[in-house]
C-alpha cells in the first residue's frame, strides 16, 4: 500500500504499442478513482502507450521487451525460456521495490510473467485476456499455471474468450468475463447532412459505402472482404469499400501489402479506398453505411458497439464474442467465417434494403448499447478490484496474527 493509504496497483504492459488491449487499459485508468488507487504503468519505451499514460497523470517505468512468444518447434521453444526468465527476475525486483497490493496484467503473456515475478509475494495478479488462447502445447501450461497458483484471477473480454482460455480445466471461478465498454458520448448519433468522411472519399450521398475499421492485419478477414465487394461490384456500380487503419504490428505488413496488391488487380480500384488510421473513428461510422466484421477471430469486437452507438448498422462473422453482441438479423447481420458468397451476398441484400438496414440499427442504438457502455465496464473493474484488495486485506490480517502468536511463543 502506498505512502498515501492507497492500494497501488502495478500495471503490465507487454508492449508499448498501442492497439485495442492498450486502449481497453486506457479506459481503466481513465475511469480509476484516485482517492483509493495509485495505478503505475510499465511497458517497453517503444510506441505510444507510455505517452498516453503519462498524459492522464499515472505513473509510468520502461520495462524491457517480453520477448518470449507460441512457438511451434522445441528449438524455438527453447529459446524462448531465456527471454522469459530475463522478463520475470527484471519484473521481480520491480515488484520488490514498488510493494504493489495488485498486479494487473494486461496480456497472457504479462500475466505469465507477472505470476511467475509475483511467487512468494502474496500479490494478487490479474491477468486481462484480450485473445483467444491458441491451441498448442504452452496453452496447457498457461492453463495449468493459472490452476495451480492460488492468487491468480483471469477476467476474459467475452464468454467464448473465457471458454477458450478453461479448455478443459477446471478454472471456475479463476476466470469471469468483464465485456468491455465503450464511452458512448464519444460516438454521436449520425445527422442529416454531408459526411466530411465522405467527402474526404469523394463519395456522393447516393453511393453505398461499406467501412471496415481496425488494424490491418490477416486476422480481420481484408482480403476476403475486398473479393467480396468484388464479386457484386456489377450488380452494385455505386458501392465502395473503405479501409480505415493501419498496421500495428511488423508482421503484417506483408499482409498489406497482399492487400493492396489484391485492390489494384480488382478491376474497381477506384471504389476501394485506404483512409488509414483515425484518431476519432467516429466520422467515418457517421458517413457509413453498413460497417462491416470479417474477422476470422475476434475475441471481442469494440467497433460493433461504437458503430451500433453512431446508429451505423453492422454485418460480422459467426465468431469469438461477436454473437455475444449481435443478434442475427435483429440488431445487426451474422454469416459464417471464410463464406465469402455469403459475404458478397449478404452485402448486397442490405445495400438494396435501407429501410431494413435503419430499423437494425435503430434497435441496436436503443437497446444493445446499454449493454456495453463505458461506466458499465469501469464499475466492474473497480468491483473486482475491491474484491481482491478485500481478500489480500483478509490474508495480511490473518498471517499478520499468525506471525504475532508464533513470536509470542518464542
Request: proline content about 4%; glycine content about 8%.
Amino acid at each position: 500500500m502506498s505512502a498515501f493509504g492507497k492500494t497501488r496497483i502495478l500495471y503490465v504492459n507487454h508492449t508499448g504499442l498501442v492497439s485495442g488491449a492498450e486502449k481497453v487499459l486506457i479506459d481503466i485508468l481513465h475511469g480509476l478513482n484516485r482517492d483509493l488507487y495509485e495505478p503505475i504503468v510499465t511497458c517497453p519505451a517503444h510506441g505510444g502507450l507510455a505517452t498516453e499514460v503519462v498524459a492522464l497523470g499515472v505513473a509510468w517505468l520502461p520495462m524491457p521487451a517480453m520477448e518470449a512468444r507460441f512457438a511451434r518447434r522445441p528449438g524455438n521453444a527453447l529459446r524462448a525460456v531465456a527471454p522469459l526468465f530475463r522478463s520475470v527476475a527484471w519484473l521481480r525486483k520491480l515488484i520488490r521495490t514498488l510493494s504493489p497490493d495488485l498486479i494487473h496484467a494486461n496480456s497472457v503473456r504479462a500475466g505469465i510473467v507477472s505470476s511467475l515475478a509475483a511467487l512468494g509475494t502474496g500479490t494478487p495478479v490479474v491477468w486481462h485476456v484480450h485473445d483467444t488462447l491458441p491451441r498448442h502445447p504452452v496453452s496447457t501450461a498457461i492453463r495449468a499455471c493459472v490452476l495451480l497458483m492460488r492468487g491468480t484471477q483471469v477476467v476474459a473480454i467475452s464468454n467464448a474468450t473465457a471458454v477458450k482460455f478453461c479448455g478443459s480445466f477446471p478454472l471456475g471461478k479463476k476466470v469471469r468475463t468483464i465485456y468491455n465498454g465503450v464511452e458512448l458520448s464519444r460516438f454521436p448519433a449520425r445527422q442529416s447532412g454531408r459526411s466530411a468522411f465522405r467527402d474526404r472519399l469523394k463519395i456522393s450521398d447516393e453511393d453505398f459505402l461499406i467501412c471496415a475499421i481496425g488494424q490491418i492485419c490477416e486476422r480481420k478477414g481484408l482480403l476476403e472482404l475486398v473479393e467480396a465487394v468484388q464479386r457484386i461490384s456489377a450488380q452494385a456500380p455505386r458501392m465502395h469499400l473503405a479501409i480505415v487503419g493501419k498496421v500495428v504490428f511488423r508482421h503484417e505488413e506483408k499482409y498489406l501489402d497482399a492487400l493492396l496488391g489484391a485492390v489494384t488487380a480488382s478491376g474497381i480500384a477506384d471504389r476501394l479506398h485506404f483512409a488509414g488510421e483515425l484518431r476519432d473513428v467516429s466520422s467515418a461510422l457517421q458517413g457509413a453505411d453498413l460497417l462491416v466484421l470479417n474477422s476470422r477471430d475476434e475475441p471481442f469486437g469494440l467497433v460493433l458497439i461504437e458503430a451500433m452507438a453512431t446508429g451505423t448498422p453492422v454485418l460480422a462473422t459467426r465468431v469469438g464474442g461477436i454473437p455475444e453482441i449481435v443478434t442475427d438479423a435483429e440488431d445487426g447481420w451474422l454469416v459464417e467465417s471464410g463464406d465469402t458468397a455469403a459475404l458478397a451476398m449478404k452485402i448486397l441484400d442490405l445495400s438494396q434494403n435501407r429501410g431494413m438496414l435503419w430499423r437494425a440499427a435503430e434497435r441496436a442504438q436503443s437497446i444493445t448499447c446499454s449493454r456495453f457502455s463505458l461506466d458499465r465496464f469501469q464499475g466492474d473493474i473497480a468491483r473486482l478490484y475491491a474484491e481482491l484488495s478485500a481478500n489480500t486485506a483478509v490474508k495480511r490480517s490473518v498471517l499478520n496474527r499468525t506471525e504475532l502468536a508464533r513470536n509470542a511463543n518464542h
